[in-house]
């Protein structure tokens, strides 16, 4: 009878056991605890600049030769001085050209027998300029119309007198881009007009004595461009 409590007592433990094993085992995992979140970055700080970026570079400037333009002395406002030699006055001539194709052209000297003073103006017009090779030089032809007048003082001419006409130069200039220089040639035809008072050595009253005068002049020069 002792022996049977003593299994009794025995087999109540060993179930005892069992059961809080096996409830033990049933019992839901607890979660394993969470990591704790990373920390967040600082906000930045205004004081600190970003560094700067690249500097931006601008393209280098194009450089495009333009050719020059020669320099012509038959342009606007161009004006020269020198010298004239002819057969009817020999002295100072000076131009000033108003386009590219007007010009004035005067002169002032010496006639050709030395005792009187002559003076012409004429305008000018260019009728065809034909240039060289290249451009390097260039022939410009003209005509004109003008005026002359011619003081003459004393002997061997005839009498003190004043003679005025009309002149009608044609010539040609010839002309280098960028040189100063002008060299010219030109030929006028001319008519002229003046009067002289005469003692009539049968009566001895004055006379006014008209005359017309025609002749050609001819002259060649440099003229040098300012």
């Known amino acids: 009878m002792k022996n049977r409590r003593s299994f009794t007592v025995l087999f109540v433990l060993l179930s005892a056991c ?25 906000p930045p700080d205004p004081a ?34 020198g010298i004239v030699v002819g057969n009817t006055i020999s002295g100072i001539t000076g131009k000033v050209w108003f386009s590219s194709g007007t010009a004035l052209a005067a002169a002032v000297g010496s006639g050709s027998i030395g005792n009187n003073l002559r003076l012409q103006i004429d305008v000018t017009q260019r009728v065809y300029r034909w240039e060289g090779k290249d451009a390097q030089y260039a022939f410009v032809f003209y005509g004109g119309l003008g005026g002359q007048l011619g ?9 003190r007198r004043t003679e005025a006409g009309l002149r009608v130069p044609v010539g040609m200039s010839v002309i280098v881009p960028d ?3 002008e ?44």
């Open 179 to 181: 040189n100063p220089v």
């Open 183 to 226: 060299l010219f040639l030109e030929v006028a035809p001319a008519i002229g007009s003046y009067s002289i008072t005469v003692t009539d050595p049968m009566t001895g009253a004055s006379v006014d004595d008209s005359h017309v005068v025609l002749n050609v002049d001819g002259a060649v020069g440099a003229r040098f461009y300012f």
């Open 18 to 42: 069992a059961g809080a094993s096996l409830a033990t085992a049933q019992a839901p995992a607890s979660a394993p605890a969470s990591a704790p979140p990373p920390p967040s970055p600082p």
């Open 48 to 81: 600190i600049a970003e560094p700067p970026g690249p500097t931006p570079t601008l393209p280098a400037p194009v450089l495009i030769a333009v050719p020059r333009e020669p320099r012509r002395l038959d342009r606007a406002n161009a004006g020269g001085l």
């Open 151 to 159: 003081i003459f003082l004393r002997d061997p001419s005839p009498a």
